[in-house]
């Protein structure tokens, strides 16, 4: 089993920063792939960026350039810097991990990203 804690979320301006972060504990393989998703009300859950313990990153097209996705394997957590935030990036954002090892995708409680005037 894996837990995952993710946190950083809230209410910022549209232009403004946020970092979110998620912590996983438990049995973590070595060989992982961490990320974040998000859901807006309505929507279905899409991919916003991955990174693999090696450092190998992927990105949405509608973040990149915006965002940046970073981990930190000795503390096994996983960080997404978020700039130049918009209306439309609005959404809970879920941590996630998964590893080949395990064939199993675990999941963090959510936060919400709020961006408005």
């Known amino acids: 089993q894996v837990q995952l804690v993710d946190s950083g979320g809230g209410l910022v301006q549209p232009g403004g920063s946020l970092r979110l972060s998620c912590a996983a504990s438990?049995?973590?393989?070595?060989?992982?792939?961490m990320g974040w998703y998000r859901q807006a009300p309505g929507k279905q859950r899409d991919l916003v960026a991955s990174i693999t313990n090696g450092g190998r990153t992927n990105y949405a097209d509608s973040v990149k350039g915006r965002f940046t996705i970073s981990r930190d394997n000795t503390k096994n957590t996983v960080y997404l810097q978020m700039n130049s935030l918009k209306p439309e990036d609005t959404a809970v954002y879920y941590c996630y991990y998964s590893s080949p090892n395990s064939g199993q995708t675990y999941w963090g409680q959510g936060t919400q990203v709020t961006v408005s005037s």
């Open positions: 438990g049995s973590i393989f070595s060989i992982n792939l």
